[in-house]
């Protein structure tokens, strides 16, 4: 027995050690695990969190799915913490008359919109003692311990969705207003907007940001005089930006387009499977750059726009593009019909695509195959319009054209 003993110790010393069973410590990680571990801890600097990206960035691989879940879930983690911040005691107490004093005003500054005599002073004057109320909850939010580092770890987190192509793009702008929107969304007696804003924050993903800014900026307003904010529909997104992009191509700046079937914002709807609010119209603007708040300035003090901006619509869609705006507004939530699904995901594709002229072909293909053939048509006429000798995006062009006779294609400049 000893001797048997004897040789299972011998054998157990002679067995070579993995280098596993050192520990965790000396296991290599991954850059992708070290940059989830680094933004999912609550120790990690900006520096470390950083130093990490860029690593996994080096990399030149294609990001695993576990690094854009990470960035999802941050991202939710940092609009949480700003709710947090504005539902805490101190906050709350700075936004009393936000809350409570704001709501006698709101009629105010319907009428002022709505009666005769409109006048840029007459409506100030009317937003006067909101936008008081309103200044002094954003100082003391903004004033509150914690804030201005919660804003910046959005900003490193939204900044790491663009690059991960979670998000379309971020900028200060959109920034700013999707905190004033939280602020103002949190500080009003009717909660039924929330879910529609938590909707929007999916959705304005997929678009330009200085198109989510001007929503964002329109929601603000409408929740600050009493009314219910809007959802933004992808459809109606993409109806006003072909119609911007149509304005800068042909230059003209119209609500009538020089282009058959596509003559009125409803021709316009109708063609990106959506209804148009005939009843109130359709805006445009040019205000000289990519700013969605510039946008919305110059329909704010417009009685026929602002009265658009406030109407009984439940959506609506802003399209630019460099600085040329149109917003459209509707009524269509079938936001779980299969057509409306099939809408989002090419939405969301075009939007990656940019100039892109083969991703846009196949945007353009996925669009024909899942029965788009309108939005195929359109997509291919763009791709030629950046590559004229795409011969495959021709010749499926053509054959689009010869079975959907009738159907106007957007004409190349």
């Given at each position: 027995m000893k001797a048997t003993r004897l040789i299972l110790l011998t054998l157990v010393l002679l067995v070579p050690v993995s280098p596993c069973s050192a520990g965790d410590?000396?296991?290599?990680?991954?850059?992708?695990?070290?940059?989830?571990?680094?933004?999912?801890?609550?120790?990690?600097?900006?520096?470390?969190?950083?130093?990490?990206?860029?690593?996994?960035?080096?990399?030149?691989?294609?990001?695993?799915?576990?690094?854009?879940?990470?960035?999802?879930?941050?991202?939710?983690?940092?609009?949480?913490?700003?709710?947090?911040?504005?539902?805490?005691?101190?906050?709350?107490?700075?936004?009393?008359?936000?809350?409570?004093?704001?709501?006698?005003?709101?009629?105010?500054?319907?009428?002022?919109?709505?009666?005769?005599?409109?006048?840029?002073?007459?409506?100030?004057?009317?937003?006067?003692?909101?936008?008081?109320?309103?200044?002094?909850?954003?100082?003391?939010?903004?004033?509150?311990?914690?804030?201005?580092?919660?804003?910046?770890?959005?900003?490193?987190?939204?900044?790491?969705?663009?690059?991960?192509?979670?998000?379309?793009?971020?900028?200060?702008?959109?920034?700013?207003?999707?905190?004033?929107?939280?602020?103002?969304?949190?500080?009003?007696?009717?909660?039924?907007?929330?879910?529609?804003?938590?909707?929007?924050?999916?959705?304005?993903?997929?678009?330009?940001?200085?198109?989510?800014?001007?929503?964002?900026?329109?929601?603000?307003?409408?929740?600050?005089?009493?009314?219910?904010?809007?959802?933004?529909d992808p459809r109606l997104v993409i109806a006003s930006k072909k119609h911007s992009e149509e304005m800068v191509e042909k230059g003209y700046f119209s609500h009538k387009s020089p282009t058959e079937g596509l003559k009125s914002p409803g021709d316009r709807a109708k063609r990106e499977y959506t209804s148009w609010s005939g009843w109130c119209g359709e805006c445009i603007a040019r205000p000289g750059r990519a700013s969605g708040l510039r946008a919305f300035r110059q329909w704010y003090y417009s009685q026929g726009h602002h009265g658009i901006m406030i109407s009984g619509a439940a959506c609506v869609g802003v399209g630019s593009t460099g600085g040329t705006f149109t917003l459209m507004v509707g009524n269509d939530t079938s936001w779980s019909a299969p057509r409306t699904v099939k809408m989002d995901t090419y939405v969301r594709g075009r939007y990656r695509a940019g100039d892109d002229p083969d991703m846009l072909f196949k945007v353009a293909r996925w669009c024909q195959k899942d029965g788009l053939k309108t939005q195929a048509m359109d997509e291919l006429a763009r791709v030629l319009k950046l590559k004229p000798d795409h011969k495959e995006a021709a010749r499926m062009l053509k054959g689009l054209q010869q079975r959907k006779p009738g159907m106007h294609t957007r004409p190349m400049p």
């Open positions: 410590a000396e296991k290599p990680v991954s850059s992708a695990k070290a940059f989830v571990r680094a933004l999912s801890s609550t120790e990690s600097t900006a520096g470390e969190r950083a130093a990490a990206w860029d690593a996994l960035r080096a990399a030149d691989k294609p990001l695993p799915k576990a690094v854009g879940a990470a960035i999802d879930k941050a991202g939710e983690s940092a609009w949480w913490r700003l709710t947090a911040l504005i539902r805490s005691n101190a906050v709350r107490k700075g936004c009393k008359g936000l809350r409570t004093r704001s709501s006698s005003h709101q009629e105010n500054v319907r009428k002022a919109v709505r009666d005769g005599g409109f006048s840029r002073g007459k409506l100030d004057r009317a937003t006067a003692p909101i936008d008081k109320e309103l200044q002094a909850a954003r100082a003391a939010m903004e004033g509150a311990p914690g804030y201005g580092d919660i804003v910046a770890r959005s900003d490193e987190i939204e900044n790491n969705a663009v690059q991960a192509d979670r998000r379309f793009g971020w900028t200060q702008e959109l920034r700013d207003m999707l905190i004033l929107l939280a602020l103002v969304s949190q500080n009003t007696r009717n909660g039924s907007h929330r879910p529609i804003l938590a909707r929007n924050r999916q959705v304005g993903r997929w678009v330009d940001p200085c198109e989510e800014a001007c929503a964002a900026r329109l929601n603000v307003h409408r929740l600050l005089i009493g009314l219910q904010v809007m959802y933004i």
